[in-house]
Structures are given as C-alpha cells and as structure tokens.
C-alpha cells in the first residue's frame, strides 16, 4: 500500500512541496465550546488556496455559510471565512497533518476561534478538534458526526460517505453546546496551550467568578507564562 | 421492491477492507539526502530565547539535541545525524525559509492557534531520494514551531512527582523532528487507534501534560524512520479460499516477503497476532495461517539480516496493524420503554465488541421490510394505543442475525422491556411511524 509508483508519479508533479505537521493539546467538548468565538453548523460554500506573498507554503481559505449559530456573534445565513493550513494550488499541494480540511458542499459543526492578528481570518479551534462532518443518516434524517472524511476530496458528495454501524448523532453535541452556552458553563480552568494571554485572563476570572476551586499550582504556571522570555535581542 | 432489491441501491454503507494502520510518511513523501554532505548531518539552529520553563539557553540546547538524537539511538540501523549551529533571531523565524532548518519558541509570528503544541514543516527542492524501493522528495530545509502559552519541561522536571501543567519537551521536540524526518501520525483525532503500539507511538498526534510515556521513539516509530533512511522490510498477505481478509471464523491467509525484501536476510519470524507459536523459517518461504477466533489481529514479520553498512547484524520489523478482522454472528439486542403519548423509546443493546464486526442495523416495524430503518437506535410515535413487533437485523463479516419482539405503545409511560435472543420477524400492521430526536430538534436562531 505505500509502495511508491504513485509516489514516483507525486513526485514528478509535486516538487517544492512543503509539508507541516503538528503535536496537539487534546481539548474537551466542553473546552472546546467555551474557548469558541463561533459554533455553527455551516456549509462550505468555497474552498480557495493561496499562497502569501513571498511564502513558499499554501493555506486554504474556507467560505463558510451558516446554517444554524449556536454560539456567537453571527446569524443564520452569515458568510464567515477561515483560514487554514494546507491547500492545492494548481497542483502545488502544502499537506498538513492534524489541519481540518474542508470541501465544497460538505456540512459541518465547527468551532471557531479568531486569528491573533491584524487582518485575521477565522481558524478551527485546536485543529481537527473543533471540526467534525455532518452526514445525513437516510433512513431517518438526522445528522451524524463524523472526523477526517474530506481529506483530499475536492467535491463533497454527502451520499457517498459511509457511515460506521455505531453512530454519534450532532445533536448530542449541538444539545451539549447550547446547553452550555445558555447556562454560562465555565469548564475547570487549565492553562490551554495556545490560548491568547488575554483570553487566559478571562477564563481565569470567569472560573473564579463561577466559584471554581482553582488549584493554586495553576498560579505558579500562570506566573511563568506572563514573564517575556529571557533572550532574543 | 424485494430486500434484494432493495439492498443492491442502496448506498454503500459497509466498509469491508480493513484499513491497515502503522506508521505513515507525510505526504507527499520526503527525506533527507543522507548522501548529499551539503545538508546532511542535519545543521540545526535554534530561536535565540530560553523557552518557558528552561533556566538557560545551555538546557534548551542538550534537550534539542538529545531529540534529533532520539531517532539515532532508539532506532535500530539508523543513521540520523545532526548538529547544532548557530542561534537565530527568534522573533522573526517561524515556518518561513530560511535556507537553513530551524527551532523558534513562543510561536512568534501567531501561526498556531488553541491547542497546538507545536508544528513543524518541511520543504523539498527538486532532488529526489530512494531508499528500500520507496521515493520521496529530497528536504531542502525543515523549521518547527513551538507555541506559546505552554512551559516546557526536563525529563527531571517530568519526573518530579510535583509535576505540574509542564510539557516534555523531549516527547515534542522528537516528535516534530519525526516530522521533519518523513513521518505523518500514527493515528489522527478520530481515529479508532486500537493498537496499543500505534497509541504509545512518539508520532501520536496529541501529547498531555507530565508525561513521558511517548517520549522514546518505539517499534512502530522505528519501523518508519527505517522505511525511509535504514534497513527495512515489508510482506504481502493474502486471503486463502476467499476475496478478503475480513471475513466470519475462520479465516485462512497466507504471507510473503517479495524478492526485494529478501537480501542479507538470514531468518524470517512470525507472529500472528492470536497467540499462537510464531514460525520462524530460514527462508523466505509463503506461510499459511488460520485465526480461529473473533479478532482484529496484526501480523508482525521480524527479520534477522546482516549488512556491512548497519555494522554487521541487525533486525528490522514491519507490522501490518489490523491486517485481518474475523467475525462471529452479530448478537443483536435491544430494549425498550414506553415514554407515553404513544412513543417507543429503543435502545440498542447490541454486543458490538471491541472490532467492529457489526457494520449494519436495520429496524424493521410489523414486518414491512421495505420501510426498514437503517439507524443506530429509533424512536417510535404511534396515533394511538397499538401493540407492534420490532425486529432488529445486524449484519456484519460473520453473518447476518435479527431478533424481534413486540413493543406496546400506550398513553401514559411504562416500564421496559429487552430482547437479545434470535426469532422471528412478523407481517403486522402498518403504522404511522415517525422518527424523532433529529427531526423535532427545534431550529432556533441564535
């Protein structure tokens, strides 16, 4: 199976390629919705790839159209783009392991969260953590989740996706999500890799303010983390 | 419409081929140039900042190399080098070229986002590289970036049992750096990852807090690392007496190691995964096996070659995870409960096991095959007071079983009732039947 006449034929069309790949935090549901600026179910409606002045890798900038807002500043029918690793432009493809790749026509629950910086673009929440595909069971009409379907697929066909005997339905999740979102949840305070000291900040005084018995230890981290580090001058 | 039929349009839903896991190349597949003494060793150059949690630049250096080295010591016939240059600007690196490999902290250009621990990319140029009988992409340069918001620890800090939200920095460097070698993950988010190997991997794709469990390269990380740079094998394994390696108890195949494998080799071992005596032959002769029992099961070939380059004797491994799934009969079972106002509530009860060997449900209500539901577990909304018979169909690679028995829908709610033996399914009436949860979800804006 990884015999290499097909890498032969990729390499003959894909020279200059970069890749990336990544180590992750794993993140809770819980985690995941609370640190989202944005969960939606969604469609994607275009899928583009770019490559950034003077940079050698592609992204992928995704047009979402939403379809139901369970968290967030945004309504039904909204446009929101994100921005992700990994792309094919005209052949040149950046693959990224861990990425979330997203294809035209496929629907998705997402968890979105803002770039830090100027111009940014949204980005999945923790990678292919706050992505999961939703799939039409026929027979019934409810939608289940899947992870990692769309991977390398440029047209989305729903129909085609097979669906696994044991079956995780969104609206246990999308239940979960407005449940607590609309009780103001505040998952047990951890210092998230990644996350913003800002928003480490509010998360710390939310999970005060809900009574959290905040393990003191995390002050210690907390203290290490705000300190620039030392060097690079 | 006949079942027949009616099972041949519809979509396919049973995934019959087993998906054979273990170590991966990211794609599109790439090495070092082992021979080309302009880029190799590897000459590394680290962001010019103390990382979080480090007491000086000295530790951040013997941590860095002692992960490249990593892939050198912990991986048989390996010949991973690399050596340490000079310190770069770390707030301006990131993934950017640089015409040089490099180690930035703190994530300084914001490239990752909330639970990233770190990233590395590769780049190639237009060189190509081979090595048992793969080709990848010659790597030209490769960075990694650490995130911020995370303090890095010693494998003394790790150890300390007052460990703390501190992250090896030793498991994540090594594991970034098998990035920048070649390798993908040996399982992604969502995956199954039944195998203990594939889930104690240093290319694992998640990594926690305190822990070294994934710190040292393992078997499966081995096997890749020697796949692209070191001394590797690899086997073919074939159905006996049928047109797939999944299938009901039990289950004949035969494997064999192509001639391309076959040089300085001077054993071949076995192990079939079910416990049985592994066979060991002197030569690369095709074996047989017969797994009796229900089991997802990986064949592991272990040979034992001799080569001057890997300074005479070595051993090499390759595994096939999940090569072979064999079934027994599915064993549906299901209860139920009446919730009132006329609704069945059903829960499916069904042994599913550990492999996967139910790959289909279907309900059917009354007898009326052709408005069978394929679903996990349905809800039932009747108009009125009715007693009706529910069969529940599990098909799988061992067969095909259904179990029936009758539900009561009533006004007021009322205990339950289960079902797990065989029998039979019964024309019945034909009722309103409705399926809830996902439908009556209420849309709201929010």
């Known amino acids: 199976m990884r015999r290499l006449s097909l890498a032969l034929l990729m390499v003959s069309c894909l020279a200059a390629a970069p890749a990336m790949a990544t180590t992750m935090a794993e993140l809770s549901q819980a985690e995941l919705t609370y640190m989202a600026d944005l969960v ?24 979402l159209r939403l379809t139901r807002v369970l968290k967030g500043d945004a309504i039904e029918g909204d446009r929101v783009m994100l921005r992700e690793w990994g792309g094919d432009l005209n052949g040149d493809v950046t693959e990224v392991a861990s990425a979330p790749a997203y294809s035209v026509g496929e629907r998705v629950l997402v968890f ?122 | 419409m006949n079942r027949a039929a009616r099972i041949a349009t519809l979509p396919i839903l049973i995934l019959l081929v087993p998906v054979l896991g273990g170590w991966k190349f990211i794609t599109p597949a790439r090495a070092w140039d082992i021979t080309d003494s302009s880029r190799w060793p590897i000459e590394y150059h680290t962001g010019n ?39 770069i600007t770390n707030a301006t690196q990131g993934f ?65 049992p007052n460990c703390f939200a501190v992250h090896d920095y030793l498991s994540t460097t090594t594991h970034e ?43 499966d990380d081995a096997a890749g690392i020697n796949a692209a740079y070191g001394v590797s094998v690899d086997f073919n394994i074939e159905p006996v007496d049928g047109e797939s390696l999944v299938g009901a108890a039990p289950l004949t195949a035969s494997v064999e190691v192509p001639s391309e494998f076959q040089n300085n ?23 047989e096996h017969t797994w009796e029992e229900e089991g997802e099961y990986t064949v592991t070939l272990t040979i034992v070659g001799e080569a001057a380059d890997c300074g005479g004797e070595f051993d090499a491994q390759e595994r096939k995870v999940g090569a072979v799934l064999v079934c027994d009969e599915p064993r549906p079972a299901f209860e139920f409960s009446n919730a009132g106002d006329f609704t069945v509530e059903v829960v499916n009860t069904s042994d599913l096991g550990a492999f996967g060997c139910i790959t289909d449900f279907v309900w059917i209500l009354d007898g009326d095959e052709d408005g069978g539901l394929r679903t996990y577990q349905p809800t039932y909304a009747f108009d009125g007071k009715s007693s009706h018979e529910v069969t529940l169909r599990a098909s799988g690679p061992g067969g095909e079983t259904e179990i029936t028995q009758t539900i009561e829908a009533t006004k007021q709610s009322a205990g339950g009732c289960s079902a797990s033996l065989a029998g039979q399914s019964h024309s019945g009436l034909l009722a309103l039947v409705l399926m809830l949860g996902g439908l009556l979800g209420v849309r709201r804006r929010r």
């Not at chain 1, 939606?40 to 047009?63: F, H, L």
């Not at chain 2, 995956?191 to 203990?196: I, K, L, N, Q, R």
């Open chain 2, 265 to 287: 080799v001077l054993s071949y071992e076995w192990n079939f995964g079910d416990g049985t005596e592994h066979v060991i032959t002197a030569t690369p002769e095709e074996v």
């Open chain 2, 49 to 87: 900042v103390v990382p979080r949690g480090f007491d000086s630049a000295e530790v951040k250096w013997d941590m860095t190399q002692r992960s490249y080295d990593a892939w050198g010591t912990y991986v048989p016939c390996s010949p991973i080098e690399a050596v340490r240059g000079d310190d």
């Open chain 1, 112 to 233: 979105l969260e803002r770039e830090e910086r100027a111009g940014g673009m949204w980005r999945t929440l923790g990678m292919t953590q706050g992505k999961f595909t939703l799939v039409q069971e026929p027979d019934t009409g409810r939608d289940v989740l899947l992870k990692n379907v769309s991977r390398s697929v440029p047209q989305f066909v729903e129909a085609a996706v097979p669906l696994p005997a044991m079956r995780r339905y969104s609206d246990s999740v999308i239940n979960a999500v407005i449940e607590q979102t609309d009780a103001g949840f505040v998952p047990a305070y951890s210092r998230i890799p990644g996350v913003p000291q800002w928003r480490d900040d509010l998360f710390h005084a939310a999970a005060l303010a809900a009574g959290q018995s905040i393990d003191p230890r995390w002050a210690q981290v907390r203290q290490k983390l705000a300190v620039a580090p030392t060097g690079g001058e």
């Open chain 1, 40 to 63: 939606v179910e969604a469609e994607v409606e275009a899928v583009q790839a770019e490559r950034a002045d003077g940079a050698i890798w592609i992204k992928s900038v995704v047009t």
């Open chain 2, 96 to 160: 950017g070229s640089a015409g040089r490999s490099t180690l930035t902290f703190n994530d300084p250009l914001n490239d990752l986002g909330t639970g990233t621990l770190a990233a590395a990319v590769s780049y190639t140029g237009n060189g190509v590289v081979t090595n048992n009988g793969y080709t990848f992409l010659a790597i030209t340069e490769s960075h990694i970036v650490f995130n911020d918001g995370v303090v890095w620890g010693t494998p003394d800090d790790i150890s300390d």
């Open chain 2, 177 to 219: 750096i098998g990035h920048t070698l070649g390798l993908g993950h040996s399982c992604e988010d969502g995956e199954a990852c039944s195998d203990p190997l594939l889930r104690g991997a240093n290319m694992y794709w998640s990594g926690g807090s305190c822990s070294d469990a994934k710190r040292t390269p393992n078997g």
